[in-house]
């Protein structure tokens, strides 16, 4: 369940390609006191919702909660509601940031660190025992 389309791009990193693309920008003295932006994949929830059908051979589907806008009053009612409990507005803050792609990393740095072949997810979810 999330709120937007479901057709939003996300970006996803697997702590493998993490830890490659850490190591490279150690190396590299532009990265110094930069922030390194890399990602191993883009697609939406619907595609990652399609590529879990076929790797498992069972229907996944996505469930849309309302759009970028309720969302973001949903979170403004739950923190009025209850400021002190995080757990009822802070997730749904990063699912906003995501569906609302403000939180999408660019200028990506990938083609700086060339020896690093980010997963797809595609290969990640075909990698792993369903």
């Given at each position: 369940m999330?709120?937007?389309?479901g057709?939003e791009k996300w970006?996803?990193?697997?702590l ?5 693309y850490t190591v490279?920008?150690?190396?590299d003295p532009?990265a110094?006191n ?7 994949d883009?697609?939406s929830l ?6 879990l059908?076929?790797a498992?051979?069972s229907p996944w ?5 309302g759009t970028?806008e309720?969302?973001?009053k949903?979170?403004a009612?739950?923190?009025?509601q209850?400021p ?7 997730p ?9 792609e403000?939180?999408l990393?660019r200028?990506l740095?990938n083609?700086?660190y ?7 997810v ?8 369903w």
């Open positions: 999330f709120g937007g389309t057709n970006q996803w990193t697997t493998e390609d993490t830890a490659r490279e920008a150690i190396h532009s110094l930069q922030v390194v932006k890399v990602c191993g883009e697609i619907n595609e990652f919702a399609k590529i059908s076929e498992t051979g589907s996505t469930k849309v909660m970028q309720e969302l973001g949903m979170i009612i739950n923190y009025q209850q002190q409990n995080i757990f009822s507005w802070m749904l803050q990063y699912v906003w940031g995501m569906v609302s403000k939180f990393l200028p740095w083609s700086k060339s020896t690093v072949h980010p997963t797809t595609k290969d990640w979810v075909a990698s792993q025992k």
